[in-house]
């Protein structure tokens, strides 16, 4: 026996559901890592690459599952789980559901999985396809679920990205996962309305975008400042720019997208929170920008 073929059998076997772009890149880590593999995908098609690079190919899901005790889940999203496990016999297996979905749907699925005899993890991936793989890049996943699952693969699940493991509710690597996407979405709005707003003179974007990234770098000491607030129940601290004196600019940002023809959609609901926060209390002028948390709980 070669060097590589004893790695690879005391290395566990591991079955993957879902040979999409994400799911594909997690099957290329683990085969790279010496991975004994089985997968399945709807489409079978998409699994010949792999097979010739020696996956095991099961021709249903519940054949896939039957291979191997650990079970993971790449597909495109809740129902197609449901779909694709409907006829699998979960008992006494440990299912990782990487599927993107919200904090509640990873609740559902970890007491579906316990009803069905399985160990679950829920997973968040925080990486796009080519930086699996790629320690160099960053990739990690967010995992919550079964804390004797997480350490008894502890290593497997390394392999193609690192691990993050928050906490024995399932529903923990979702809200991760979405907390962190939503925080991106925002940015990306920010960024959207400055391109917007440059644009409509003859400023080069290639330009600007430098002046952009380092902005938004500088910015971001701001996070661990809000946190702080967050945690000791006081917005007053540390305060760099107040909130009256914030308020005070939204009429420059809105005179400025109106005489430049750009929408301030992207903007408005920010500042209609700032203006609220600091009508509701007059007392809240000296505070932070952290006050509009608060205004966002239901
Ligand atoms: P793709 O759209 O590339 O692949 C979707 C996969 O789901 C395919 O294998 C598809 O099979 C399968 N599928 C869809 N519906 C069904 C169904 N009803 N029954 C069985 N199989 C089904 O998606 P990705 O691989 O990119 O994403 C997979 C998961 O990873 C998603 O939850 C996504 O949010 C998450 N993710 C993706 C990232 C990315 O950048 N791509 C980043 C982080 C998370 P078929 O080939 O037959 O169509």
New binding site residues.
Partial sequence: MTENAADTVSKTPVTL?????????LADAWLAAGYLLTVW???AA?AEPLAARGAAVAST?AAAVAANRLVVV????D???E??LADADLTGKDVVN????TPGEARARAAWAAGRGARYLDG??????PMIGVPAAGPYVFYSGSRALFEDHREVLAAPAGTDYVGEDAGLAALH?VALLSAMYGMFAGVAHAFALVRSESVAPGGFAPLLTSWLTAMTGSVAATAAQLEAGDYTRGVVSNLAMQVAGVPTFLRTAEEQGVSPELLTPYFALMQRRLAEDGRNGGEDLTGVIDLLRR
């Fill in positions: 559901l879902g040979l999409g772009a994400m799911g594909t890149a995908n709807r489409t998409r899901a790449c597909l495109l999203d129902a197609s789980v779909e694709a990487l599927v993107t979905g968040g991936i925080m990486a796009v396809p996962d």
